[in-house]
C-alpha cells in the first residue's frame, strides 16, 4: 500500500505521502492538528512528545511528517534511501510504519 512504484522497497517521499494519508484520516475533529486521541495509540505518550517541537501537546502534520523522516533515517541503516522488507521488519522499521497505516 505504501509501496507506491511497486518497487518492492519503500522511499521517503513514499513514506511522507502515506503519513500524510494517516494524518488525514486520523485528524477528525479538523482542527489541523492531531492529539492522543486522534493517534490512537501510534505513538506512546513519550513519543507524542518528542515529536511536539512546539510543546503544544498535539502534532501538525509538519510535525508529524518530521517525526516520519527521524524514523525513516533510523529505520535505513544502510542508508540507500529505501527501505526494503528486510529493514521494515526491525523495531526501527515497524516504529515507522505504524505512523504509515
Ligand atoms: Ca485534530
Ligand atoms: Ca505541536
Ligand atoms: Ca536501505
Redesign the pocket.
Known sequence: MVDTDHDGTIDLAEAQAAAGKVFDAAETDKDG?VDAKELKGRLSKKDLKA??????????RK?YLALVEQRFKAADPDNDGTLDARELKFPAGRSLLQLLK
Open positions: 492538528t515529536a511536539d517541537t512546539d510543546s503544544d501537546g498535539t502534532l501538525d510535525e
